[in-house]
């Protein structure tokens, strides 16, 4: 790859980015041939930080029932953090989750199947290497939280074993 390219490809990322700023997006993937199995493969991306209520201060003795509703409310929102889920399976590593073991072929697991301890859950390609994510458990896939062929990152939740 030439100075020229590696320039040009520079002012293409910031034309993403600057894409992503003004149309207030939070992810943006392109992939760019270039022939003779060349090609440029970009995903640009920023973290959106989402803010929590702000506590709401009672100036008189709260009814039983207004206390009440507060604290069922906290343990929904634990659980609704799919990374703090106990049967969260998460990735180990950043790369290309795949489903299924070939193209066509029939997907390792699927919500509602049971599985056991050891068996194959998905793949995750690194660097042109296959990895194989194997259940940490037995038990029943509930959720599978990715895509096929998606980009996932380090720690991000791959499916949810009960």
Excluded at 107 to 120: A, L, N
Aim: proline letters at 10%; glycine letters at 4%.
């Amino acid at each position: 790859m030439t100075k020229k390219d590696q320039d040009a490809d520079v002012t293409f990322i910031q034309a993403l980015a600057e894409l992503l700023r003004e149309n207030d997006l939070t992810e943006l993937q392109v992939k760019r041939d270039y022939g003779d199995d060349q090609c440029l493969n970009v995903r640009v991306s920023r973290q959106t930080i989402v803010a929590a209520p702000a506590p709401v201060a009672v100036a008189s003795a709260p009814a039983p029932v207004a206390a009440a509703a507060p604290a069922a409310a906290a343990p929904a929102a634990a659980t609704d953090d799919p990374t703090k889920h106990p049967g969260a399976v998460t990735s180990p590593m950043v790369g290309t989750v795949y489903l299924r073991p070939e193209p066509g072929a029939a997907p390792f697991v699927s919500v509602g199947e049971t599985v056991k301890e050891g068996q194959t859950l998905l793949i995750v390609e690194a660097m042109k290497t296959m990895n194989q994510i194997p259940a940490p458990k037995a038990g029943k896939v509930t959720r599978i939280m990715v895509d096929d062929a998606s980009p996932v990152e380090y720690g991000s939740p791959l499916v949810i074993i009960e």
